[in-house]
């Protein structure tokens, strides 16, 4: 009992700010290298490794198709683990050798017979997936295990979300460069060694999260059957309005960005432009850094909802600017200040709902439900966010490298403004069910205290 009540006090108070570095270097990493993989890897299959275009997107749908199951296997894994160090941090260590040796034999370029260069890709891409999945699963579980204080996991969220633009900057920013330098000419051996150093850095700074946390609620954590796992989340009704919110989130950022290019070379004339505009995307910091301010003032739920109607605001703007490209970069920024708000609430409501689930259910499932919440949400939204769009585009007669007719530009226009804010406001509307089980927060925080013993 008096370990309970030290664990309880502990919890509530403010994480180190070292933690909270630990806990942003987890997505330092996780962008590091798979923002790497999600930019280039197209490209380097075709153009350095020697396969075709058809074989290449063979491999990627495979791995889409395997990606919409393997995130609730990792949270039944999770949700099954119960050890000295917690349920989700010791994966920091087990999978930091996996996910960087998987991501540096993707890009080793074997000199290989075309078949074998074919399964060659596949095997490795695949087991990077899997590998980024053991990764990125426990990441999202981990947080309500960090401090039962709603504010500090904000605060931690939020700084995590911004380790992760970090690793996306710097990977988007600067591969190119790298590999020009590291190859010295020869781009089989730049892809190679740029991979190499990437992925030291990846396990390195997950070996630092993995030194440097700590789980609470340890005490009424246990191993879980995946019936108990699903149990977890029978009645949880903010949990599952988070999810579909979350989903919507995706399909209306993946819809915006994956018609960006097409709008600026066809509908502008400047193909160029677009990778302004993805550096733009940056802004989301901005967002970031607002959302411990903002959740002082408001309820969080409210803050999301202010983040998807501005995300919606930006998009909307896009049709009305015209062919103005200072006037697009302005609606851009306001758009990404929004996703960057709408992108990171989530991940740290979806602890309160893991809460919630244990109030419900008395089934503290964080794996299984943080795992539906965050990856399997983003690879469905993400999924069905480039699909949505690609069949508009086809509908309306879209031809590749061709001078488009009007009813074309239409539809990359409705794409990339109308369809992503459609999505946005569809978000904000479902999140206002959220509001009433905010309400019920303080009650059952206290409830779950009680229910331990760790009531002072």
């Known amino acids: 009992m008096r370990s309970q009540i030290g664990e309880a006090i502990k919890s509530d108070k403010a994480v180190p700010f070292h933690r909270m570095l630990a806990y942003a270097s987890t997505d330092t990493a996780g962008n590091l290298l798979y923002t790497t993989v999600t930019t280039f890897i197209l490209y380097y299959y075709t153009d350095v490794f020697g396969l075709t275009v058809a074989a290449a997107g063979t491999i990627l749908l495979a791995a889409r198709i395997l990606d919409a199951f393997d995130a609730p296997v990792w949270g039944f894994i999770i949700d099954h683990t119960h050890t000295k160090w917690g349920q989700s941090r010791p994966y920091f260590l087990w999978m930091a050798f996996p996910f960087a040796i998987f991501f540096i034999l993707m890009f080793w370029s074997p000199n290989l017979s075309p078949t074998a260069k074919f399964w060659w890709a596949m095997t490795t891409y695949l087991l990077f997936g899997i590998s980024y999945t053991g990764v990125g699963t426990p990441i999202s579980s981990i947080l309500p295990n960090l401090t039962n204080n709603s504010e500090e996991r904000i605060k931690l969220n939020s700084t995590r979300m911004i380790g992760g633009n970090i690793g996306y900057f710097i990977t988007a920013s600067f591969t190119l460069t790298f590999v020009a330098f590291l190859g010295n000419g020869n781009a089989a051996s730049g892809w190679r060694n740029t991979a190499i150093i990437l992925a030291i850095i990846g396990f390195a700074l997950l070996l630092f999260a993995f030194?440097?946390?700590?789980?609470?609620?340890?005490?009424?954590?246990?191993?879980?059957?995946?019936?108990?796992?699903?149990?977890?989340?029978?009645?949880?009704?903010?949990?599952?309005?988070?999810?579909?919110?979350?989903?919507?989130?995706?399909?209306?950022n993946t819809s915006r960005t994956s018609v960006l290019i097409y709008y600026t070379q066809y509908n502008l004339g400047n193909k160029g432009f677009a990778s302004i505009l993805n550096g733009l995307v940056m802004v989301q910091m901005v967002g970031m850094l607002l959302i411990p301010f903002l959740v002082k003032k408001i309820k969080k739920?409210?803050?999301?909802?202010?983040?998807?109607?501005?995300?919606?605001?930006?998009?909307?703007?896009?049709?009305?600017?015209?062919?103005?490209?200072?006037?697009?970069?302005?609606a851009w920024c306001i758009a990404s200040v929004g996703t960057g708000i709408s992108v990171s609430m989530p991940f740290a409501m979806l602890s309160d709902t893991v809460d919630y689930g244990e109030w419900k259910n008395h089934i503290r499932a964080?794996?299984?439900?943080?795992?539906?919440?965050?990856?399997?949400?983003?690879?469905?939204?993400?999924?069905?966010?480039?699909?949505?769009?690609?069949?508009?585009?086809?509908?309306?007669?879209?031809?590749?490298?061709?001078?488009?007719?009007?009813?074309?530009?239409?539809?990359?226009?409705?794409?990339?403004?109308?369809?992503?804010?459609?999505?946005?406001?569809?978000?904000?509307?479902?999140?206002?069910?959220?509001?009433?089980?905010?309400?019920?927060?303080s009650q059952i925080k206290a409830d779950l205290q009680e229910r331990h013993g760790e009531v002072a």
Not at 222 to 247: C, D, Q, T, Y
Not at 307 to 319: D, N, S, T
Not at 417 to 439: H, N
């Open 211 to 252: 030194f440097d946390s700590r789980e609470i609620n340890t005490s009424s954590q246990k191993s879980l059957s995946i019936m108990e796992s699903i149990r977890g989340a029978k009645h949880n009704w903010p949990w599952v309005i988070l999810v579909v919110v979350f989903i919507f989130y995706w399909l209306g």
């Open 301 to 330: 739920t409210y803050v999301l909802i202010f983040g998807m109607c501005l995300a919606a605001f930006g998009q909307l703007m896009i049709a009305f600017v015209g062919s103005s490209l200072t006037g697009l970069a302005i």
């Open 366 to 441: 964080s794996g299984f439900l943080t795992a539906i919440g965050s990856s399997f949400a983003i690879k469905i939204g993400s999924g069905l966010g480039g699909w949505a769009p690609s069949m508009i585009l086809n509908h309306a007669g879209y031809k590749a490298g061709n001078t488009q007719t009007a009813s074309s530009l239409t539809a990359i226009r409705f794409c990339v403004s109308y369809l992503p804010a459609i999505f946005f406001i569809v978000g904000a509307a479902i999140m206002v069910l959220y509001l009433r089980y905010e309400k019920q927060e």
